[in-house]
């Protein structure tokens, strides 16, 4: 079966550092919050993931270079980017431009 493959990253609450390998954590625990991979790409073919903050580059809409985040929506089953309560869906029409760990300062007038 050729499915999507699950991926994830993490990052350490403890020592306040992106973590690629999560060979030796339980997804319980505490210390860590994991970030699935979207299965998707940017406009670089960089992976895109749960937690990046991307800016949008759709040419028709009121969506053009908006900063947000992308997250997990139960309610529509996928990821969204997220732009001051506004949500659309991830195109590769959008560049990672770094994630609420490392860059929280990208979105202090861009509130998810």
Known sequence: MNGRKLKFRM???VINKMMPDLNTVAF???EYEFMQFTGLYDDGDKEIY???IVITKYQSSNWWH???VVKWKNQSSCFKV???GDQCGITNAVEVIGNIFENPELLVDNQP
């Open 11 to 13: 990052w350490d609450k």
């Open 28 to 30: 319980n625990d505490p």
């Open 50 to 52: 749960e937690g990046d």
């Open 66 to 68: 908006k900063i947000g």
């Open 82 to 84: 997220i732009h001051n």
